[in-house]
Nanobody
Framework: QVQPVESGGGLVQAGGSLRLSCAPS????????MGWYRQAPGKQRELVGA???????NYADSVKGRFTISRNTPQKMMWLQMNSLKPEDTAVYYC?????????WGQGTQVTVSS
């Protein structure tokens, strides 16, 4: 089964920005980005932002006003724009998508924010 692949992670100073991308790892009939999650060391995976069935967006309180999710379903892409990054945003970020109609998760990309 084709899975999503995240890219764009890295090391950034506090106050900086990063843009994560999510795309299928191979050829697929359909791909729809559903949302972004993250997992910090020693913590459970948590929602960062996701699309509702109506196409609107929900965000964790901790990222509201700083992070923005977007997608282009015909192009089979989803993005997470992260601004004003804080050290507490350090985590592995995961893409969640519907790939050929199936729930699918990426392997994650590391984001590290230094103080």
């Amino acid at each position: 089964q084709v899975q999503p692949v995240e890219s764009g992670g890295g090391l950034v100073q506090a106050g900086g920005s990063l843009r994560l991308s999510c795309a299928p790892s191979g050829n697929v009939v359909s791909f729809s980005g559903m949302g972004w999650y993250r997992q910090a060391p020693g913590k459970q995976r948590e929602l960062v932002g996701a699309f509702t069935s109506a196409g609107t967006t929900n965000y964790a309180d901790s990222v509201k006003g700083r992070f923005t999710i977007s997608r282009n379903t015909p192009q089979k892409m989803m993005w997470l724009q992260m601004n004003s990054l804080k050290p507490e945003d350090t985590a592995v970020y995961y893409c969640y998508a519907k790939t050929n109609g199936f729930d699918s998760w990426g392997q994650g990309t590391q984001v590290t924010v230094s103080s």
